[in-house]
């Protein structure tokens, strides 16, 4: 992409609006912009890096076994009211009226619909195990929207719900996505810490959030030093063992949020326990059968006899974790992306637009890294160098590639690291090859 015909509307300057960094940097970047409190359009920077996140938890929970639908938008509040939790949601659900007078609401999660789905397709056990998932806008209606896309009202998020015999079954599918989410933060190049949690309004009586450590995080997470070592399961089909085992590795080590960290009582001291800031990026639970019973969500047993399923719920903030990676992978000068979500892997920088030898090797070398597949924003303005190379690290993207008159006449161009800021000279046919290999 030729950023003299994209879309990036840049800013020098912090918003006064913005709070925290992800917020800053997403304005600043032209990721996004306020619709109103606590609604963003998302631009072409930021709409790339929110579709790169959904892949790659679409691929994770497609290995998982979780099978994609799509639920609406908007659901009715009459199976909201069979559940009990149409008046007892509060102020965050968003009502609504249709022209015919029928009661509506903006869905702030999917528990109820996906539940009504199941009951009338689903009759016999050996349809079982189901896990459906789907990756769907939400609204919840915050008393105080900030934090850019961090806490907003509208966000995007990927909801999986499982579907089993028995809590044994249920306990199954529970780890079978506790592992799925290790994987999935993985491969953002995250480093995420499974934290026993409170339900909440969902309920049940199992849940873990993931958090992943920022220094600018929204609370205080304390852990064993030792978990930040354990090693992210493989890409492969574990049998119920082998995820109980990995689940019960990772739930060893001590770690809570401050709200449920006791000092006086907490099982590890010293060295051992570290404190840091952190953000919740996902959460699991396993509620039983707090949907299922009302929805009357029943199967025919081996036996004849029917039997109310055993449910879990899975959630991964898609847009809030842009912000959330952002907050952990930054610098004084912007963004720095993981090389998996990022928007462009390669900024190529154009030191001297108009000079016939300087344009002449840019086109050649962005073509071979277009014909290539390798994503590349080249920055082929007639501006200064200094605002270019500003530019370009505020982005974050992961690559730099610079070439200029006086690199032209040695044969070699500017290759940088935007993470390690490291700068080395290479011939063009090295740096190419650093990029494809």
């Not at 996004?32 to 938890?57: C, D, F, M, N, T």
């Not at 036996?303 to 990676?325: N, P």
């Not at 907050?327 to 993981?338: F, R, S, V």
Request: proline fraction near 4%.
């Amino acid at each position: 992409m030729r950023l003299s015909r994209y879309f990036l509307p840049t800013l020098k300057e912090d918003p006064k609006e913005a709070q925290i960094v992800s917020h800053r940097l997403m304005l600043r970047a032209g990721m996004i912009q306020q619709a109103s409190a606590g609604i963003y359009s998302w631009l072409p920077l930021g709409h790339r890096v929110l579709k790169k996140i959904e892949q790659i938890v679409r691929e994770e929970q497609d290995k998982a076994g979780a099978i994609e639908i799509l639920m609406p938008t908007i659901q009715s509040a009459d199976l909201w009211r069979q559940s009990n939790r149409y008046d007892d949601y509060g102020k965050e659900m968003l009502r609504i009226e249709d022209r015919h007078g029928r009661e509506m609401l903006y869905g702030p999660t999917n528990e109820e619909l996906v539940t009504d789905i199941f009951r009338t397709h689903v009759k016999s056990y050996k349809d079982l195990p189901l896990n459906l998932y789907h990756i769907q806008w939400k609204f919840r209606d915050e008393v105080r929207p900030r934090f850019g896309v961090m806490r907003g009202r509208e966000f995007l998020m990927k909801d999986a719900y499982s579907f089993d015999m028995d809590y044994e079954g249920a306990k199954i599918a529970y780890n079978r996505m506790f592992v799925a989410y290790l994987k999935t933060y993985a491969r953002m190049g995250l480093q995420a810490i499974p934290l026993r949690a409170d339900t909440g309004p969902i309920g049940g009586d199992l849940s873990h959030e993931f958090i992943i450590l920022a220094d600018t995080g929204e609370s205080e997470v304390f852990y064993h030093k030792d978990i930040l070592g354990l090693k992210t399961p493989e890409d492969k089909d574990y049998s119920p063992d082998e995820l109980q085992g990995i689940v019960d590795e990772w739930t060893s080590y001590y770690a809570a949020a401050d709200e449920m960290h006791d000092a006086d009582n907490c099982p590890i001291s010293g060295d051992e326990l570290v404190s840091r800031r952190g953000i919740e990026v996902g959460h699991i639970f396993h509620f039983g059968q707090k949907y299922s019973a009302p929805f009357e969500a029943n199967v025919t047993g081996p036996d004849g006899k029917d039997v109310t399923v055993s449910m879990g719920s899975y959630g991964i903030g898609v847009s809030r974790l842009v912000g959330g990676i952002i907050e952990a992978c930054h610098d004084e000068n912007g963004i720095i992306w993981p090389e998996a979500v990022a928007p462009f892997k390669v900024g190529l920088i154009n030191l001297k637009t108009g000079d016939e030898a300087c344009d002449q090797a840019c086109e050649d070398f962005y073509g071979k890294l277009q014909s290539a597949g390798v994503e590349v924003l080249y920055d082929d303005r007639n501006e200064r160098a200094g605002g270019k190379f500003a530019n370009m690290d505020l982005i974050g993207l992961p690559w730099q590639v610079t070439i200029g008159p006086r690199g032209l006449k040695s044969g070699v161009v500017e290759f940088k690291n935007r993470a390690t800021g490291e700068k080395t000279e290479l011939s063009p046919e090295d740096a190419l090859q650093r990029l494809v290999g």
